[in-house]
């Protein structure tokens, strides 16, 4: 069984760092490009990031470039999201979600999700 | 590529045929419909406009190339109150529309 499993979130005060980290399982990780979503309380879905399989691409939405990090350990089945210079609008739940690239597919599975919140 | 749903809510009765319209500012290939209830992840219903993810029930489908694109509940059920959203994964940076909410009538 594919599991996703986000950890990391809390509340943080604005200018604040956190670093979010998903752990994965059910699923050969080293496979796949994963992706950051996240969702604004009571607002709708914003792609963050995303690293590819290997690690040599990555890209951000406009919001985050320039303050957010995506990494991954293949070794450890794991993604992380390195968050700096926090805003007020970065309040959101942050989703790990993972592409097949060779399968024409969107995002086929999805964590439960952490809370950043971010407030002085 | 901005993408831009409509309606923004919709309100159904169970057994009404639903549809969710989608359109991309620009031509795309790669497109997604997702369907998420309140605290929970979102769920991929279809992927590459029309293709029926795997465990989907087949009362969903979709349609559409280029811009506009379709999302359609033939008969719509209890379960499938939620909201929609539509992506594409054409071009970085992805996006999503801005979702449909689909309510009971």
């Known amino acids: 069984e594919v599991q996703l499993l986000e950890s990391g979130g809390g509340l943080v005060k604005p200018g604040g760092s956190l670093r979010l980290c998903c752990a994965a399982s059910g699923f050969t990780f080293s496979s796949y490009t994963m992706h950051w979503v996240r969702q604004a309380p009571g607002k709708g879905l914003e792609w963050v990031s995303s690293i590819s399989a290997g690690g040599n691409y990555i890209y951000y939405g406009d919001s985050v470039k320039g303050r957010f990090t995506i990494s991954r350990d293949n070794a450890k089945n794991s993604l992380c999201l390195q968050m700096n210079t926090l805003r007020a609008e970065d309040t959101a739940v942050y989703f790990c979600s993972r592409v097949d690239d060779y399968a024409d597919s969107a995002f086929d599975s999805w964590g439960q999700g952490t809370l950043v919140t971010v407030s002085s | 590529i901005q993408m831009t749903q409509s309606p923004s809510t919709l309100s159904a009765s169970v057994g009404d045929r639903v549809t969710i319209t989608c359109r991309a500012s620009?031509?795309?290939?790669?497109l997604a419909w997702y369907q998420q209830k309140p605290g929970k992840a979102p769920k991929l219903l279809i992927y590459k406009a029309s293709t029926l993810e795997s465990g989907v029930p087949l009362r969903f489908s979709g349609t559409g190339s280029g811009t506009d694109f379709t999302l359609t509940i033939s008969s719509l059920q209890p379960d499938d109150f939620a909201t929609y959203y539509c992506q594409q994964y054409n071009t970085y940076p992805w996006t999503f529309g801005q979702g449909t909410k689909v309510e009971i009538k």
């Open positions: 620009q031509s795309i290939t790669w």
